[in-house]
């Protein structure tokens, strides 16, 4: 429902009409001039925090028009009842409002058609459209952006003008503030006038299309990463960017949404977002021989009806959730799975998926996962508690927050010998339980109450010079990066960013390079020993997990990633199935230690973590992870480009085949006539 900040300006907005209406009844003027104040005041913050609540409002009747009108109309009662009815600024009042209500609609048509002539056919990021079609600027961000608001506010001038009229009963600030609001709305329509002819509007759609089909066949992509989602799924998509940065073949990126574009994180593949469907089954893909799907969606259809291309089913991750074996899945050439796992897993389900069409190739994204070597010497083990969120369905098996992990984090305080915590929830935590949200807010107090008790223990010293000098070097990376990021500024539309969406290969290495040196300063830029409560985009999971000597999580793909690094690992059975039906139902947990809600066997993980060589479970990691993730070598990229490779083949023979059937069939039609 948005912060305490929002909630309590929209409170102050919808309690200020009220008081409006008494004052204008009572009449007061500066009464009604402060309550206006409040209502204007409180409009503004919520627009300009873009707050949910504006929504909301706008679902009850109570949408930004409405208001503004039903503050105008008090006005005109607050001057009926100062006996102003016969005046001329009353008829003046009443005259403005009415011809700036006239403003508006030509206001709104102006701006709905720059918008809808500047939104672009097809999207683009790093294709080369501006040497085929010309792309003209986009308007200044501050004519379209909230323009609705910045509109209804023009109106504020007349409102103080005629407040002002009403206090001091002198007509010349009334028309003083008139002639501003007329005025004022009058240039910001004519502003707008300009950018619907044109040569301020991109070029029409067939123009656009046939640019890009310019651009492919001279690009003449050969493996095509298809996507289609919500902009929450945007992570799905970006998890595969670095794999297809590195493919042998030429990439390409298709979209099917402009959300999840404007959700995609940074990339040197082309990309190309089409939303419409009939858009891309003209675009020319004659070139390309394999394409890759993250996604079961519906949209697929639009790509899996083109014959000359094989469809390989990649997911967005590997676990023994049902989404793994979807029935769905049949309807591609192939499914790659990362190791003998997946494989099984559709053996077991029996969902139509042939053992002949699954290919193992390893995951790709785990490459930054470092192997376990033990606790560094002079150190002491770093644990991470990185449970998953509580989904959608309301099961006690989704997560261990809610009934554990008050339980763990305890336990792990008071480990002795002790033991570092990091704490990293998963983004979405709470967002549909309270209870998850709450168990959340008492977790992260334990865990920097313990931090600030360590700080304290003599026991626990750091280099405060060191972390002096990581926390400067941080500053500095930061600012770096925000320099080559750009500085926030004003953004073009949809049509200028595919225009300029080139990517500057070196930035883009350059940031890379700055993102490690700065994970690599973070860690330095605190204690070894200090208690850490981890949330946002930086450092990411798999850099907690690099720093950590074992780990506590949930099922989910996070487990199957993090057996990666052959380090132990626990799993809460929060469901209580019991250890045995516990690991029947999920492979993941095969090699790990089983903790109950009570997190009673926490001991066996911290056992393992202090003495490697007497850990009972570390040659079933060992098996568990060629069973999920597959062979170490050759590695999961070599494997990915291996299999790209292979069924580029298969589609190349295919397509041969069918052309030496058209062409004996057209012979022997032309021997027949």
């Known amino acids: 429902m948005g912060s305490a900040a929002e909630l309590a300006a929209a409170a102050l907005m919808i309690l200020g009409f009220p008081v409006l209406m008494l004052a204008a009844l009572v009449p007061s003027v500066p009464a009604f001039a402060a309550a206006a104040a409040v209502t204007y005041l409180a409009d503004h913050y919520l627009h300009r925090k873009s707050s949910y609540l504006i929504n909301r409002l706008s679902k009850v009747r109570a949408g930004l028009s409405i208001r503004f009108l039903i503050r105008q109309l008090l006005l005109i009662l607050l001057l009926a009842r100062l006996d102003l009815a016969d005046g001329i600024v009353f008829y003046g009042a009443v005259a403005c409002f009415i011809a700036f209500y006239g403003l508006q609609a030509p206001h709104g048509a102006l701006v709905t058609l720059i918008r809808n002539r500047r939104r672009m056919p097809v999207a683009t990021r790093n294709v080369d459209l501006a040497a085929r079609i010309r792309i003209p600027d986009a308007p200044p961000r501050r004519l379209l952006n909230r323009s609705a608001e910045k509109m209804l506010h023009l109106d504020l001038f007349a409102v103080v003008g005629v407040l002002v009229s009403g206090f001091m009963d002198d007509s010349l600030a009334a028309f003083i503030g008139i002639g501003a609001t007329i005025g004022l709305g009058t240039l910001y329509v004519l502003a707008l006038m300009p950018y619907v002819r044109g040569s301020k509007i991109p070029p029409n759609a067939e123009k656009v299309l046939a640019a890009v089909d310019d651009w492919l066949a001279g690009y003449r992509p050969e493996t095509v990463l298809y996507f289609s989602g919500s902009k929450d799924s945007a992570y799905q998509v970006n998890m595969w960017l670095e794999t297809m940065e590195q493919l042998d073949s030429k990439p390409l990126i298709i979209l099917r949404e402009r959300a999840i574009l404007n959700n995609l994180a940074p990339t040197t593949v082309p990309v190309i977002c089409v939303p419409g469907g009939v858009h891309l089954m003209n675009m020319d893909l004659s070139t390309v021989r394999v ?383």
């Open 291 to 673: 394409a890759l799907y993250a996604a079961n969606v519906g949209k697929n259809i639009h790509l899996l009806r083109v014959p000359t291309m094989k469809h390989v089913f990649i997911g967005h991750g590997d676990s023994d959730k049902l989404a793994s074996v979807n029935p769905f899945s049949k309807v591609y050439d192939e499914v790659w799975t990362a190791g003998r796992a997946g494989r099984d897993r559709y053996a077991i389900a029996d969902v139509g998926v042939r053992d002949d069409d699954i290919v193992e190739v390893g995951r790709p994204q785990l490459a930054p996962i470092q192997t376990w070597q033990g606790v560094p010497d002079g150190r002491i083990p770093t644990v991470l508690y990185a449970p998953t969120w509580e989904g959608w369905d309301g099961n006690p098996g989704n997560t261990s927050l809610v009934l554990a992990g008050e339980n763990i984090v305890k336990k792990l305080i008071k480990a002795d010998p002790p033991v570092r915590i990091l704490y990293k929830p998963h983004p979405f935590t709470g967002t549909v339980s309270k209870e998850a949200g709450a168990a959340h807010a008492r977790i992260t107090a334990l865990v920097e109450k313990a931090a600030a008790e360590r700080a304290t223990d003599p026991r626990f010293t750091a280099d405060a010079t060191a972390q002096a000098q990581a926390k400067a070097e941080l500053t500095r990376i930061e600012a770096r990066i925000a320099q080559l990021a750009g500085n926030g500024g004003e953004k073009g539309d949809e049509a200028e960013a595919t225009r300029d969406g080139l990517v500057d290969v070196a930035k883009h290495e350059e940031i890379a390079r700055l993102r490690a040196e700065w994970n690599a300063a973070y860690w330095r830029s605190f204690g070894t020993h200090e208690h850490r409560v981890i949330t946002g985009a930086e450092p990411r999971l798999y850099d907690c997990f690099n720093v950590s000597d074992a780990m506590v999580s949930d099922i989910s793909s996070v487990v199957s990633d993090f057996i990666a690094s052959g380090k132990p690992y626990a799993v809460t059975d929060s469901a209580e199935l019991g250890v045995e039906e516990f690991k029947r139902q999920n492979t993941a947990v095969r090699a790990a230690t089983i903790l109950s809600n009570s997190a009673a066997e926490l001991g066996e993980l911290l056992s393992a973590v202090r003495d490697p060589a007497g850990d009972p479970l570390a040659e079933d990691r060992k098996e568990l992870k060629q069973y999920l993730l597959g062979p170490d070598e050759p590695t999961s990229i070599e494997q990915f480009n291996t299999a790209v490779a292979d069924l580029a083949r298969k589609a190349d023979t295919r397509n041969v085949g069918q052309e030496s059937r058209a062409a004996a069939s057209a012979a022997e039609a032309a021997t027949t006539a």
